[in-house]
Nanobody, 111 residues
């Protein structure tokens, strides 16, 4: 069973930056597609970014140019660097891979 544990969330002012981490219990990061999703209060869970096994990345339009997904294979960890944060980025952020989900980490962007 794979466990994914997110960390790095918190409170930040609009325009600020934050980096989320997602540590996997097994060596799944380097050879599998991994992604970040988010869910704002009262809304559905939305896809944010994906990093494929070959290293290519793709982003939702809402975050393109501001967020960067990356991975550290040695640490079995993926990251989400978030810059120029907006209040509408406020949500619980989840990482996912191989059908597994983390517990989520809250990101709150204040105006």
């Amino acid at each position: 069973q794979v466990q994914l544990v997110e960390s790095g969330g918190g409170l930040v002012q609009a325009g600020g930056s934050m980096r989320l981490s997602c540590a996997a219990s097994g060596s799944i990061v380097s050879s599998n597609t991994m992604g970040w999703y988010r869910q704002a209060p009262g809304k559905q869970r939305d896809w944010v970014a994906t990093i494929f096994s070959v290293g290519t990345t793709t982003y939702a339009d809402a975050v393109k140019g501001r967020f960067t997904i990356s991975r550290d294979n040695a640490k079995n960890t993926i990251y989400l660097q978030m810059n120029s944060l907006k209040t509408e980025d406020t949500a619980v952020y989840y990482c996912s891979g191989l059908g597994y989900w983390g517990q989520g980490t809250q990101v709150t962007v204040s105006s």
